[in-house]
């Protein structure tokens, strides 16, 4: 059995030919457009390193069978930068330190942008740490991510104060 | 992961005839069913996508006052939707107490209802489990077991519903829509998982090809949205499945309580809905010891299936703290950290 799909990934339509429906999105990101900055740690929805936004929500793509999104939006790591031009949130993890081997920190960012969109914690320590419980650090670096996340949330609060003023 | 076929309907009848050949089994997001698969424990030889069928998303408001929920509705969508949130507060919160903001925007109303248990020896595969496999035994009765059922449970298995979101449901009467080869029926939710018996291979009232269209709360649930609590302990702070909670719904009417709603996770292979536990309140003042009286009551029959005695009084202990705390009255926003018994209404404790 072969099955077509198409996604759009990072903003480019993509046809891909599936000869087994058992294809992870994440195995597809990594294996079919080596776009390895998605990792595949724990494989069971467990710990968050696969988290991509799927039309514009975060999700476990260890969990999402590819042939089930045909049609889908992905953006995962490689597509939030613009050029050199670091993404807010990439830039908010380097200057707090929100990591320390990495492996997580693709899943963590894309956790964040995320979370910002969804808009329930604010500027709220407690909530920002509620809302990324799905994205574990082994290393530690809750602290740093959280105050990346602060320093994002706070920008985009004055900016939005700037324009309606 | 065993090979399967792939099939994607594009009608409720057309999935109905492909889930009810032998080895089928629906995918919505797959949330539990992959992990599954991943792991040997969910076999299927087939999979019926229900992803694209239509009208299944939807959040309905019906003229008698109550809330009819699409099957296909993602958790997350559900517990942020403002309406459904200050009329179903203690459901709101569940959701948000459970899994992760990942695993909820993708995982669906009907999905949660249909979730495995968490059992250990039911994921491992070299482990004899009634669940898995009819007949083969249960190495949790003789293994650690201190998260197993304290109430419901057979000689068989002592597994436990792992939801969040059915137990408040339970409390408040919720209904379920099945669609199947024999058409359209309906199910209180209270009735659609089964308790283990003789055939815990079973969860639910569920035949080959039946589909979980949407999930029904009465007008009358909407009563309770001033005094509403989800409670849950948890094993770490957040991300984990409760060891015991409870959704605890007051209605009050000039400082007595007009009517209750108490419900247990955790402690069985079913949410755990006690009326007289309920009934026992009815034109009671709220107090300390009336809630800890309800709570005898919730637990009465309860014993240990191993090493998990604790859980009996922890449950109390939670009904009593449900209680209290909807008495109290439904927070106006939900706490940071959703359902956890350990924080303030203000601020959660992350440790």
């Not at chain 1, 494989?43 to 089930?68: M, P, W, Y």
């Not at chain 2, 035994?137 to 059915?166: K, Q, Y």
Request: aromatic share 4%; charged share 20%; glycine share 10%.
């Amino acid at each position: 059995m072969t099955n077509s799909i198409s996604l759009t990934v990072n903003g480019a339509r993509r046809e891909f030919v599936l000869d087994d429906p058992r294809v992870t999105l994440l195995d597809l990101l990594r294996e079919r457009l080596q776009l390895t900055g998605t990792k595949k740690g724990c494989d069971r929805g467990q710990c968050g390193a696969c988290t991509v936004l799927v039309d514009g929500k975060r999700i476990n793509s260890c969990l999402a069978l590819a042939i089930s999104h045909d049609g889908a939006d992905i953006l995962t790591i490689e597509g939030i930068a613009r050029g050199d031009q670091l993404h807010p949130v990439q830039a908010a993890f380097i200057t707090h330190d929100g990591f320390q081997c990495g492996f997580c920190t693709p899943g963590q960012i894309m956790s964040a942008i995320g979370m910002i969109r969804e808009a329930q914690a604010g500027d709220d320590p407690e909530r920002i740490r509620e809302c990324m419980s799905g994205n574990l650090c082994r290393c530690g670096a809750y602290a740093g991510i959280v105050d990346a996340v602060l320093e994002v949330q706070a920008g985009q609060d004055e900016a939005k104060q700037r324009l309606s003023a | 992961m065993k090979q399967f076929d792939y099939v994607r309907p594009a009608t409720i009848a057309e999935a109905v005839a492909a889930a009810a050949q032998p080895g089928s089994a629906y995918l919505a997001a797959g949330t539990n069913l992959l992990d599954l698969m991943k792991g040997g424990i969910s076999r299927p030889d087939r999979l019926v996508d229900v992803t694209r069928l239509p009208g299944l998303d939807r959040v309905e408001y019906p003229a008698d006052g109550g809330v009819r929920i699409g099957a296909l509705v993602r958790n997350a969508d559900l517990a942020h939707d403002a309406d459904f949130a200050r009329a179903y507060p203690a459901v709101a919160e569940a959701l948000l107490s459970g899994a992760s903001a990942q695993l909820r925007n993708a995982a669906t109303v009907g999905g949660n209802l249909l979730q495995r248990t968490r059992c250990a020896y039911f994921y491992d595969t070299a482990s004899r489990c009634n669940k898995r496999e009819a007949g083969s035994g249960c190495d949790a009765r003789g293994g650690e077991n201190r998260l197993h059922a304290v109430l419901g449970r057979s000689e068989g298995c002592i597994a436990t519903h792992p939801s969040d979101f059915c137990v408040p449901l339970v409390a408040l009467d919720a209904i379920v829509e099945i669609e199947g080869k024999g058409g359209r029926r309906e199910l209180p939710l209270e009735e659609l998982h089964r308790l283990p018996g003789d055939a815990p291979e079973r969860d639910s009232a569920l035949s080959p090809g039946d589909l979980i269209v949407a999930l029904r709360l009465p007008a009358a649930a909407r009563g309770f949205a001033a005094h509403a609590r989800y409670l849950k302990v948890r094993e770490r702070t957040s991300y984990a499945f409760a060891v015991v909670s409870a959704a605890a719904a007051l209605r009050l009417e000039n400082g007595k309580i007009a009517e209750a709603r108490l419900a247990l996770g955790g402690v069985a292979a079913k949410p755990w809905r006690v009326r007289a536990a309920e009934q026992v309140l009815t034109g009671a003042a709220p107090t300390a010891a009336g809630f800890l009286e309800s709570a005898q009551l919730a637990l009465s029959g309860a014993k240990p299936s191993g090493e998990n005695a604790f859980k009996i009084e922890l449950a109390r202990r939670i009904v009593v703290r449900g209680l209290t705390s909807a008495a109290a009255g439904t927070p106006e926003r939900i706490p940071a950290l959703p359902a956890s018994p350990f924080a303030s209404v203000s601020g959660a404790l992350h440790v």
